[in-house]
């Protein structure tokens, strides 16, 4: 048996079956992991949905950004953009209601402790140590699962608080778990949030940092794999493996092996959207 992580399809269906091709996937003994953003941009989410539920429980997915604005849409509290989006295929699927319902029962975060590796979509604030980051998920996760989800997604979207605290509440504190999931790059060393810098290291402003390089950050100890962040690209220190290297836009789909020396496979991919 073999597990390997999967940077962000987005939508690529025919890049993930040339990479699994490349690694001899087989569903009968080895198991994917996901880091989110199956969906979007790409132009078969559909058949990238599908493929992913189908595998059972050969799969791990965690929920990404892109993956959350389609469920905010069927919620009814998000358009669909028309000039970004190609979601449609999957928002007119028959199988739409059933696919939907299990993207909207995949966690935030994933932690094997045997191989003492979590699997997040995008960071962790500095504050959080892997069991915080595992509570924290959960109370999101448990509202996403829950009778009111569709009341999630009207408070889902925005940037505020910047600050992790104990003492927020509801929907604020919700939001903040949920962006620190889902979009972190760059905070300053105290974890205030930045979501507006999107480039790699070393372009940032000044008193930003990308948010595992902060000094004393409390989830160290654990190695975390993640994707979201196209312009950091493949990126491995000692507990820190970063997997989305751009397949969406002309860059390579990612696989890492995490049982044995952390092998790596990446495959070209012709560019389907073009940055900006």
């Not at 073999?2 to 079956?17: P, S």
């Not at 999630?152 to 962006?179: A, C, T």
Request: aromatic residues 10%; proline residues 5%.
């Amino acid at each position: 048996m073999a597990i390997y992580a999967i940077g962000d399809i987005q939508g690529c269906f025919d890049a993930l079956q040339r990479l699994l091709e490349q690694i001899k996937f087989s569903p009968d003994s080895d198991q994917l992991w996901f880091t989110g953003d199956l969906v979007n941009r790409g132009s078969k989410s559909l058949e990238t949905l599908r493929f992913v539920k189908q595998l059972g429980k050969q799969a791990i997915t965690v929920l990404g950004n892109h993956d959350l604005h389609l469920l905010a849409i069927d919620a009814g509290y998000c358009k669909l953009n028309k000039g970004s989006d190609t979601l449609l295929p999957v928002l007119t699927a028959p199988d739409r209601e059933e696919l939907l319902e299990w993207l909207r029962y995949r966690p935030l975060l994933h932690l094997d402790t045997g191989l003492n590796t979590a699997m997040i979509h995008a960071g962790l604030p500095p504050q959080w140590d892997i069991t915080q980051a595992q509570q924290r998920a959960t109370e999101v996760e448990t509202v996403l699962r829950g009778k009111k989800w569709r009341s999630f997604f009207k408070h889902m979207y925005g940037n505020q608080p910047e600050y992790w605290s104990k003492e927020l509440q509801g929907w604020d504190r919700l939001r903040f778990i949920v962006n620190c999931f889902t979009r972190l790059r760059y905070c300053t060393t105290k974890g205030k949030i930045d979501f507006r810098e999107k480039g790699k290291p070393g372009t940032q402003p000044p008193g930003l940092l990308p948010w595992f390089e902060i000094p004393n950050r409390k989830s160290q100890d654990t190695r975390i794999i993640f994707g979201h962040w196209s312009t950091l690209g493949l990126w491995k220190t000692d507990n820190i493996c970063a997997i989305d290297t751009g397949c969406l836009w002309g860059g390579s789909l990612t696989a890492v092996q995490l049982d044995g020396e952390m092998k790596i496979t990446s495959i070209p991919c012709p560019a389907q959207r073009t940055p900006g």
